[in-house]
């Protein structure tokens, strides 16, 4: 059988040993030695939803084949999966290279992941399109149509929540999502302003956060590195939004609240999305939308970290996996909803 991802994989041998194939690409192979000075080899291989770390000892059948594998290779690999106590490890393992058919599917993800990705990144375009301030619609639509392919391939996090490929759009769709929501409960919010700043949060993490065309690769770079991702983004969307309003000056110069006003808001929620100076933002949150905006990032993200520890920590008992960093103690399966017999 075909595993439909490396996290199908990796549910399925948990339990039970599993024989199948997945289709990954290599993203490092490093030759180490045992403490008795023996090598082994640490192959990482990602698709794009996550990936892990494959120990080949030096006395295998296939050291040699996967000894030959380079950074980037896309591979098939055929094996009998298991989960021990050092990861998963193969028997019985078998190689060939991807068809070209084969790769392009591997960079857009299994056909859940493609369709779950497609179906919010045209949630961000519909919100987008249903503000009624035409300066941040206009904001919106314009970021989405010149930044689409970077945005798409970007992922959240490089580690804790939605640390993959695409994961930055199903990010950004939940708590626009959540936005819409909240500000129909609470009237007062600016729902626009909201949802402006849901999508442009993060869109720093576009260089910091990113993904080659061809790979699952996240390199680090010196612009994310001196930077950051909240000052990349205030930097972007202050000089996008000036563009937009040189633009249109003459239509746009009679809205109330004023260009400036409007901008310097959106460029607050930008810098305080963190909540605190200690987690990196230069300024709390100071008006309403602000503290909306952190309290629904740290929702959808803490939200992502269950879902993950789920599928992917130890079991401790039934219903019970171990503590994964940096939830704050081990998780325990949520109420099932409940089940009407139907009349």
């Known amino acids: 059988m075909q595993f439909a991802g490396i996290n199908a994989l990796m549910q399925e041998a948990a339990a039970t040993p599993a024989y199948g194939e997945i289709h990954a690409q290599i993203s490092q192979v490093q030759t180490k030695t045992t403490k008795t000075n023996k090598p082994y080899l640490e192959i990482t291989l990602a698709d794009a939803a996550t990936s892990f770390t494959l120990k080949i000892w030096d006395n295998s059948p296939w050291y040699s084949a996967c000894a030959a594998l380079k950074p980037l290779d896309g591979i098939a690999a055929r094996a009998l999966w298991t989960k021990g106590a050092y990861g998963m490890e193969a028997a019985d393992l078998d ?19 493609r369709q779950q990705q497609e179906t919010c ?3 961000i375009l519909t919100l987008a399109e249903s503000m009624q301030d035409p300066r941040l619609r206009l904001l919106c639509l314009t970021f989405l149509r010149q930044f689409e392919k970077p945005f798409r391939r970007a992922a959240a996090a490089r580690g804790y929540h939605h ?11 939940g708590m626009m999502h959540c936005a819409d929501a909240i500000a129909g409960a609470y009237p007062h919010l600016n729902r626009d302003l909201l949802l402006a700043g849901c999508l442009f949060h993060d869109c720093g993490k576009l260089w910091e956060n990113n993904y080659g065309e061809h790979d699952f690769v996240m390199p680090y ?8 991702h909240i000052t990349i983004g205030i ?14 000056e003459t239509e746009w110069n009679t809205l109330v609240p004023g260009n400036d006003q409007v901008r310097l808001h959106l460029l607050h929620l930008i810098a ?25 990032d740290n929702l959808d993200a803490k939200l992502e970290m269950f879902r993950n520890a789920y599928t992917t920590s130890e079991q401790l008992a039934p219903r019970i ?17 409940i089940d009407l017999p139907e009349k």
């Open 95 to 113: 190689i060939r290279p991807l068809t070209p058919e084969e790769e392009q599917n591997l960079f857009t993800g299994n056909p859940e992941l």
């Open 121 to 123: 990144y045209r949630g």
């Open 163 to 173: 640390a993959r490929r695409g994961g930055l759009v199903e990010h950004i769709y």
């Open 221 to 228: 770079n010196e612009l994310g590195e001196l930077l950051g």
């Open 235 to 248: 930097e972007l969307i202050n000089t996008l939004y000036r563009q937009l309003v040189a633009q249109n």
């Open 272 to 296: 305080a999305h963190h909540g605190e100076l200690a987690f990196g933002s230069p300024v709390p949150p100071k008006t309403p939308e602000a503290i909306a905006l952190h309290y629904i």
């Open 321 to 337: 996996q171990q503590k994964k960093a940096p939830l704050p103690g081990n998780v325990v399966h949520p109420l099932p909803k």
